[in-house]
């Protein structure tokens, strides 16, 4: 096992022994022990097919875990439609950079490029993917290189402060809040005709938390122009106290989130971080 990967199976089974007293405290986001619940709540939803078009989420779903619960389990049954053809596939953001999501039918025998700002401690490259490092905006990267890309909760930090968590470059310390319309040209440009880009980013009331920021009705439509899709299809999904569901555009134009590395915009109702996700398919 590499070293890294060794580092943090330990501390996956720290969090894992920490799991009763995460309970004990009120299963509280982002304390020891929620990783442990976040994941398994995550593999379950992905194996039981939990986020399907026009079904309601199962009753307190994920209840106290952030958006990923709803994210993956969303992406997995785009990505496992009949007749869906992967082909080239672009992780931009770095989204799926796990070992449980990585080895997830049909992603452990994907065709998988990797992109993100940085170089990230744990790396699959031994398993077969590749990994590259940069500014989505402006890719090295061939017109028409990838069939199917996949952005999940990334495009909110485009164009922000990301000296925070992924880099360490000052240059990258930016106050754009349009930075995500370059990247969606990008997108556009890199993938095939009739390929399919998947994104997530959180929605609700504008705010912006300085390294992300929340997308609004205007913002999306923005997103969307900026791909000129032949085809879209878009899903909302809200969360309260008893947990995540499908929602209108209407229901979470109010929405609010909580950014865990300041505290604010806390709650108790347990957020993870989103209080409600568009969840967008666009076809080239």
């Given at each position: 096992?590499h070293v890294?990967?060794?580092?943090?199976?330990?501390?996956?089974?720290?969090?894992?022994?920490?799991?009763?007293?995460?309970?004990?405290?009120?299963?509280?986001?982002?304390?020891?022990?929620?990783?442990?619940?976040?994941?398994?709540?995550?593999?379950?939803?992905?194996?039981?097919?939990?986020?399907?078009?026009?079904?309601?989420?199962?009753?307190?779903?994920?209840?106290?875990?952030?958006?990923?619960?709803?994210?993956?389990?969303?992406?997995?049954?785009?990505?496992?439609?009949?007749?869906?053809?992967?082909?080239r596939?672009?992780?931009?953001?770095?989204?799926?950079?796990?070992?449980?999501?990585?080895?997830?039918?049909?992603?452990?025998?994907?065709?998988?490029?990797?992109?993100?700002?940085?170089?990230?401690?744990?790396?699959?490259?031994?398993?077969?993917?590749?990994?590259?490092?940069?500014?989505?905006?402006?890719?090295?990267?061939?017109?028409?290189?990838?069939?199917?890309?996949?952005?999940?909760?990334?495009?909110?930090?485009?164009?922000?402060?990301?000296?925070?968590?992924?880099?360490?470059?000052?240059?990258?310390?930016?106050?754009?809040?349009?930075?995500?319309?370059?990247?969606?040209?990008?997108?556009?440009?890199?993938?095939?005709?009739?390929?399919?880009?998947?994104?997530?980013?959180?929605y609700?009331?504008y705010?912006?938390?300085?390294?992300?920021?929340?997308?609004?009705?205007?913002?999306?439509?923005?997103?969307?122009?900026?791909?000129?899709?032949?085809?879209?299809?878009?899903?909302?999904?809200?969360?309260?106290?008893?947990?995540?569901?499908?929602?209108?555009?209407?229901?979470?134009a109010?929405?609010?989130?909580?950014?865990?590395?300041?505290?604010?915009g806390?709650?108790?109702?347990?957020?993870?971080?989103?209080?409600?996700?568009?969840?967008?398919?666009?076809?080239?």
């Amino acid at each position: 096992m590499h070293v890294d990967g060794l580092v943090f199976r330990i501390k996956e089974i720290a969090d894992a022994v920490a799991l009763p007293v995460y309970v004990l405290r009120g299963r509280q986001p982002w304390s020891f022990g929620y990783y442990t619940r976040k994941k398994s709540s995550i593999q379950t939803a992905i194996d039981t097919a939990a986020v399907q078009p026009g079904r309601p989420l199962p009753d307190a779903f994920g209840i106290g875990v952030d958006e990923r619960v709803v994210e993956y389990p969303w992406l997995f049954d785009r990505l496992r439609r009949d007749g869906v053809q992967l082909g080239r596939m672009l992780d931009a953001g770095s989204t799926l950079n796990h070992e449980y999501i990585l080895g997830r039918h049909p992603l452990s025998k994907a065709d998988l490029t990797i992109m993100t700002l940085a170089p990230e401690k744990r790396c699959y490259w031994y398993q077969g993917y590749s990994y590259v490092f940069g500014d989505f905006r402006k890719t090295k990267f061939e017109d028409g290189a990838f069939d199917t890309i996949i952005s999940i909760s990334t495009l909110e930090h485009v164009g922000l402060d990301n000296t925070m968590l992924y880099t360490n470059d000052p240059a990258k310390s930016e106050t754009n809040k349009h930075g995500f319309v370059d990247a969606m040209r990008e997108f556009r440009r890199i993938i095939a005709p009739g390929g399919r880009c998947l994104i997530t980013v959180p929605y609700g009331r504008y705010d912006n938390f300085n390294w992300f920021q929340l997308f609004d009705r205007k913002m999306i439509q923005t997103l969307i122009d900026a791909f000129a899709p032949s085809s879209f299809e878009l899903e909302f999904f809200a969360y309260d106290k008893n947990g995540w569901r499908r929602a209108s555009q209407a229901d979470v134009a109010d929405a609010t989130a909580f950014d865990p590395h300041s505290g604010r915009g806390r709650l108790d109702d347990r957020a993870g971080c989103a209080r409600a996700i568009a969840c967008i398919e666009l076809i080239r």
